[in-house]
């Protein structure tokens, strides 16, 4: 199908970045509603979410950045370096001040997700829908356990730096998605779409780690607001009886289970995501 978006790729110079983005802009949707989404660890803006913005029918302008360590942004020596989830948060919150977006609605994938949960915990009155798909550190209910899974990233991302990189991706993958069902080919197109800057790939894992050291899950869940939480149904159970039990719990918390997916579920199922996105969209502003 022809992409019903009109797409513009810019740029925006921070002191230690430079930042990369795109803009997706539906003439079909009248101006008003906005909408950030955040990719994970090791994969562009554009490679994740480009799918799933075809299918998005109630927001007029969509921002796909890159985050420092993936795509196209890159420090101003094209080296990679270490980086804090923190810093991610304040890339994305100036990019939102220099393109003037004081309200908006945020969507974060993995790494994305945590990014995301963070940027909502620091400007709880710029953010309004939200939308989670698989958010680093909402892995397990129990939070000793979930830490100790953040060892077995660690330990694939000492081999991202290796010359033989391709067994620090495949680690990730049978860490991430242990249960996932994949043809030998869709395991290649996963490796080779990881392996592009796998240093990069490798510090972004280090700072979820990192974070997941200092931050107060309790707080970080209890700061958000309305959010559908996307699941894969290939997923471990931990992870579904969690997101279901925050769901009972939490009146502003929806879970959703996506059937026939994984990890990568806005690379198999945008299409099924994005309908559920507007669905709850339509929710969330006939509650609001």
């Known amino acids: ?57 109630h927001w007029h302008e969509i921002l796909v950045p890159d985050l420092r360590g993936a795509g196209d942004s890159h420090f101003p020596d094209r080296k990679e370096y270490a980086f804090k989830v923190e810093e991610l948060v304040s890339d994305m919150a100036s990019l939102l001040d220099h393109l003037a977006w004081w309200q908006f609605d945020l969507a974060g994938y993995s790494l994305g997700g945590l990014v995301s949960m963070l940027l909502k915990q620091r400007y709880p009155d710029r953010v ?17 356990t979930t830490v100790q899974l953040r060892q077995r990233y660690s330990e694939a991302a000492v081999h991202l730096r290796d010359t033989d990189h391709e067994r620090g991706i495949v680690q990730f993958l049978d860490t991430i998605s242990p249960n996932r ?5 869709v395991q290649a197109v996963a490796v080779k779409r990881l392996g592009r800057r796998p240093e990069g790939f490798a510090f972004a894992l280090d700072a979820v780690t990192d974070a997941i050291n200092r931050i107060d899950r309790e707080q970080l869940v209890a700061a958000q607001g309305d959010v559908s939480s996307f699941i894969g149904g290939q997923s471990v159970d931990l992870m579904h009886q969690y997101h279901l039990g925050l769901a009972e719990r939490l009146p502003n918390w929806h879970y959703f289970m996506v059937s026939g997916t994984d990890h990568s579920l806005p690379f198999q199922k945008p299409r ?17």
């Open 272 to 288: 099924q995501i994005a309908r559920s996105m507007n669905e709850e969209l339509q929710r969330y502003l006939e509650q609001h």
């Open 128 to 144: 309004g829908k939200q939308f989670l798909l698989e958010s680093a550190v909402l892995d397990r209910p129990d939070w000793t």
């Open 181 to 185: 069902r994949v043809s030998p080919q």
């Open 1 to 57: 199908m022809k992409h019903p978006c009109q797409i513009s790729e810019h740029r925006l110079a921070l002191p230690d970045q430079s930042l990369c983005y795109r803009l997706y802009r539906n003439p079909d949707v009248a101006p008003g509603r906005r909408l950030l989404l955040v990719h994970g660890a090791g994969v562009a803006g554009a490679d994740t979410w480009h799918l799933l913005t075809a299918y998005l029918a």
